[in-house]
């Protein structure tokens, strides 16, 4: 199983910001991300931290695809174009 470490970037009134690592056994990656603030809210509806809701969304993904397979760089909105599912079981995760 992946370690997901989500860390806080510099974020704005809009947009929250993370740079996050996935490490497997000795591989890593590292993914830069955003998450638009009325997003969290409408998904979470303030359930879990904005750093929860990121490392439920990379668990989420990493359920259906390999480290090396998330972008390097996205907004946690696209998501949903490559796995419809996202929004509905999102929920599931937290």
Do not use: W
């Amino acid at each position: 199983m992946a370690n997901i470490v989500v860390q806080a970037a510099q974020s704005n009134d809009e947009i929250f910001k993370f740079k996050v690592d996935v490490i497997e056994e000795d591989s890593q990656t590292t993914h830069k991300v955003e998450l638009n603030r009325d997003e969290y809210q409408n998904l979470t509806d303030g359930k879990i931290t904005p750093q929860e809701f990121i490392q439920c969304s990379f668990e989420f993904l990493l359920e259906r695809e390999s480290k090396e397979s998330i972008l390097s760089s996205f907004n946690i909105s696209i998501i949903s174009r490559y796995f419809p599912e996202y929004g509905s079981e999102i929920i599931n995760y937290f």
